[in-house]
């Protein structure tokens, strides 16, 4: 009875795999779960001091976080009971309610600024950054144009160049806010995605090239972004201006050497480092942990994205190409933003407000990767029961 409810779509269990199976990759909830856990314990280290100054007590990003943790593994287990065949077939619907979300950060009363960005909405307990749901919703839907359309993508420009105009929607959109860093990981998720949809390798070139040009031109128009690049290839030239963020985050690496200064006796938490807890929260890992410990963190961000792949691969192998698609873009999304984020905390790449995600303070950042989890999970479990069903049919055609 259980495995007959379990295969019409309700959390999976054991019964339906094969002996000794999980019902689900251990090694990626593993991998998910060690970067909330570490990320709750880093930001309540990080943000004591700022949040005794700011609002009173020293608790208060530390339980708002660990409720954002609470609700993001309730997505986790919400979003691995939904079929994929659902997201697959209402795939369109959701790029309009991602066009929807980033048009209602414009709406007078509802859409909320920060620092001179419009990124948010106001959902009554927090601030709902609109990018982080929006992107999960154009992965769903390249995923459908691509199982449609595979044929046209892989035969010329004609594939190619039809998702350019939601991409260009979404994209026009962000920089209007102005939000370069989702740009950049949205535009390289949907680019890699068409790639391994079976785009030529000319093609892949010209598309990077004229997306190069374009980046360099919005970047040389926007001054604040050309104030970026400069104290980016130098910060040391103004350490307590336009360099000091970044100079603050290299001062922390430096104090953490090989082992760290030890949890909670970071230096660059106490009002040096900006957004210490957010943006800036591997610097005071790694100033607290130590290298040992900052690599540590590379290596499990490793983990979870391979994972990820290989869960696309197999279902690309029993072509289950939406499900393969899927997993392609949220891979691409999880490896960007945490690339970016290291870059910039390394000061390898300019200051980006990228999160590093399931371990930054944010709770939109945190819900969207949950709900991405989630998802692949499902498509791990369906991989799993579609092999099954394979096995188990090739061996009555045996007998």
Known sequence: MLSKLSLQGVWPSALDLPQG??????????SALSLMLIGFVMISSASMDVAARDFGSPFYFMIRHGIFVGLAMAAVVFMSRIPTHLLERYSAYLLLIGLFLLLLVYVPGIGREVNGSRRWINAGIFN???SELAKI?????????????????????????????????????????????????LMGTVMGMIFLGGMRIFQFVTVISVAGVLAYFMAIFQPYRMQRLRSFQDPWADPFGAGY???????????????????????????????????FIYSILSEELGLIGAVLIIAVYILLVSRIFLIGRGAEKLNHFFKAYVCYGFGFIFAGQ???????????????????????YGGSSLLASAMMIGIILRIDFEVKRAQLEALSSSQRRVR
């Open 21 to 30: 199976r999980m019902p689900f990759d251990g090694y990626l909830a593993l």
């Open 128 to 130: 709902l950054q609109t």
């Open 137 to 185: 919703c154009l992965v769903l839907f390249m995923s459908g144009y691509l199982v449609r359309r595979l044929s046209e993508v892989r035969s010329g420009w004609v594939g190619i160049l039809k998702p350019a105009l939601p991409l260009a929607l979404y994209v026009g959109l962000l920089i209007i806010q102005p939000d370069f860093g989702a740009t950049v990981v």
């Open 245 to 279: 963020q970044l100079s603050q985050a290299q001062i922390a690496f430096g104090r953490g050497e090989w082992f760290g200064t030890g949890l909670g006796n970071s230096i660059q938490k106490l009002f040096y480092l900006p957004e210490a807890h957010t943006d």
């Open 338 to 360: 945490a690339l970016i984020n290291i870059g910039v905390n390394v000061g390898a790449l300019p200051t980006k407000g990228l999160t590093l995600p399931l371990l930054s």
